[in-house]
Nanobody, 115 residues
Framework: QVQLVESGGGLVQAGGSLRLSCAASRSGFSFNTMGWHRQVPGKQRELVAR???????NYAVSVKGRFTISRDNAKNTVYLQMNNLKPEDTAVYYC?????????WGKGTLVTVSS
């Protein structure tokens, strides 16, 4: 059973920055894709960013140029650096990892951006 534990969420003013971290209970080298999704109550969960084992990345249009995803396989960790945050970025952010067989999810961390 793989566990993903997110950290780094919190309350920040618009224009501020946060860095989310997600630590996996298994070697980061075993995951093909790692990523971040977010969800607002009453809406579908949406992809924010993901990164493959070859470090290829893709981002939601709404965050491109403001957010940066990275991974450190030696530390079994994926990061999301969020800059120039906007109130519409307020959501629960979930870490995700795919190991060619299954998708794993963290329990989420809340990010609140005040205007």
């Amino acid at each position: 059973q793989v566990q993903l534990v997110e950290s780094g969420g919190g309350l920040v003013q618009a224009g501020g920055s946060l860095r989310l971290s997600c630590a996996a209970s298994r070697s980061g080298f075993s995951f093909n894709t790692m990523g971040w999704h977010r969800q607002v109550p009453g809406k579908q969960r949406e992809l924010v960013a993901r990164i493959t084992s070859s470090r290829s990345t893709n981002y939601a249009v709404s965050v491109k140029g403001r957010f940066t995803i990275s991974r450190d396989n030696a530390k079994n960790t994926v990061y999301l650096q969020m800059n120039n945050l906007k109130p519409e970025d307020t959501a629960v952010y979930y870490c995700n990892a795919y190991d060619y067989v299954m998708d794993y999810w963290g329990k989420g961390t809340l990010v609140t951006v005040s205007s």
